[in-house]
Structure formats: structure tokens, C-alpha cells
């Protein structure tokens, strides 16, 4: 469905992300996960040609044998929406703030060639599918008027009209409470097609996707089974979060991550996570390989759990 190769995107001689690689098998739900500021948006926007101006991209992201970072602006509008859609982290500032929900659920299928009324029709039909009480009503107002929760849903039924082969999510749980959030999830699980999930909360992954890909400075730095990875993590990174995101027992200190993420541009030669990791040595200043379990093996996909780290944890 997609194949991602060597992905690296850069603001002037800035690179925020730097040879990341993946794949989505159709049907596949894949999570991707890191602090802020790792470059998990930024991934996401390069596939849907949605940077910011002054920021570009280069390597390959392959939709169907199509490469997106190489379609003209002209035919990459074909696809969005289309072949792939985005449900963003806002849907404050995603929809449109002088159009009636409704309208906006259509416009998407109207620009994709569906007939105006067909559109109508069908856009209280998806308001209905995401779980909305009284689409028709609904329909009719305007994003200002809704919860939070109900624009998620609104984003998600903009995202799912023209029945996408990969939906992308970045954060769409953000800022919902846990009801809500559990609904959100779980109407994701059902109605996706091939699905790239980003989130830094650990627990909504596991509960979604079936593979992960650990990032950090720009890099995947462990990709894997979500089973796997979570129950032994190889990366220290990984480690880490997993370790920060548990109650410890009582009376003892929260375990946490020494440091912060490195603004851009600020990352350290080598391993990207050295200058926190308690277990960097001279060697983690050489960049590691993400490699399996043999040296030979450099596994994206699959079952296989990689990892790109000197000294991985047993």
C-alpha cells in the first residue's frame, strides 16, 4: 500500500528528518511514536505534499507504485483525499471556519467528481457512520458550534469520504477526554483501511496498531510488532519511554528520560539519543545500522523487530 524509502526532509541545511523508511501493507494499522518534535508530523505531511513553505522532501514515497514526492502539485490534489487522507491534530484549525460542517464533508467528494446532490446524500450518510446524534442537524452547523469530540468525528468522515486506501492520523485524540477518546479509537479500528496512527501515547498504540516504529531526531530508531517491541524494547530510547509511561511502585521516583529532544539541527552525530542515553560509549559517536538480530540483516517490515542502537537492552 505504501512504501516509504529514505525519506529525509530539510529546512535549508537544517535536516529534521533524516533516512526513514517503512512500509504499510493494505490492511496493515502501523503506529508511529516519539516525543515532540521527533518528526512524526513532519513524516506524515511529506506523504501527504502538505509541508510548510521553505520546508522540502526527498527520497521516495511510494502510494500504490505511485511516488508521491515526485507527482505535480496538479495530480497530487487527485490523490489527497482520494488515495490517501489526513485527519489532523486540530480539527479547530483543520476545518473551515466559515463553512457549514455539512458542506465541508461534501466538498471533498465533489471535488473528486460526485455529483452535488450524491455528495449531500452521502456526507450525512459518513456523519452518521462516525456515530454523530442527528447528522441532519448537525450537518447544518458550523465547526464553533460542535465539541471536540464531535469535530474529530467530522475530520474523520472528511478523511473517510471518497473511501481512501491509507488513512493518516496524527494525534486525534489529543485533548479529548478518556470517553470520548475511547470511542474515537475504536470507530478508527473499524472503519480504517490501511492506517499510519501517530501518537506519544503509548497505551492508545498498543490498543490500535499491530506494528511500531520508534522515532527519535528525525530517525526510526526500533520498528517492530507491537508485542515485541513493547515487552522487549532493544533500543534504549524505547526502553525509556516505556519505562516513563509506568506507575512504579509506590514510594519510589517516577522513572523519566534525562534531557530534552535537541531543537532542530542540534542532534548529535552517531546515535541520535547518545547525548541522553546513560549507556553511550565512544562507539555510539559512529551512526548505528538498524539491523535485526545478525548484523547482516537490516529488516524495515514484517515480523522482523529492528532496532539501531550500539548497546541494545536484553
Known sequence: MLSVERLSVR??????????????AAGERVGLI?????????????????????VTAAGRARLGGRDLLG???????????????????????ALNP?????????????LHGTPRARARERGLGLLERVRLPRPAQLARAYPHQLSGGQRQRVMLAIALANEPGLLICDEPTTALDVT???????????????????????????????????????????????????????HRYTQGLLAASRLPPRGTRLPTITGSVPPAGGFPDGCVFRNRCPHATEI????????????????????AHAFACWHPAD
Request: glycine share 10%.
Open 11 to 24: 529546512t535549508g541545511p537544517v535536516e529534521l528528518v533524516r533516512e526513514v523508511s517503512f512500509e504499510i
Open 34 to 54: 516519539g516525543e515532540s518534535g521527533s518528526g512524526k508530523s513532519l513524516t506524515a505531511l511529506s506523504i501527504m505534499g502538505l509541508l510548510p513553505e521553505g
Open 71 to 93: 507527482v505535480p502539485e496538479r495530480e497530487l490534489k487527485g490523490l489527497r483525499g482520494r488515495d490517501v487522507s489526513m485527519v489532523f491534530q486540530e480539527p479547530m484549525t
Open 98 to 110: 466559515l463553512m457549514r460542517v455539512g458542506a465541508q464533508v461534501a466538498e471533498v467528494m465533489t
Open 180 to 234: 470520548v477518546q475511547r470511542q474515537m479509537l475504536d470507530l478508527i479500528a473499524e472503519v480504517a483501511p490501511a492506517l499510519l496512527f501517530i501518537t506519544h501515547d503509548l497505551a492508545v498504540v498498543a490498543s490500535v496498531c499491530e506494528r511500531v516504529l520508534v522515532m527519535y531526531g528525525g530517525r526510526i530508531v526500533e520498528s517492530g510488532p507491537i508485542r515485541q517491541v513493547f515487552t522487549r524494547p532493544r
Open 284 to 303: 555510539c559517536a559512529t551512526e548505528p545500522a538498524l539491523t535485526g538480530p545478525t548484523p547482516a540483516e537490516q529488516p524495515r517490515t514484517g515480523d
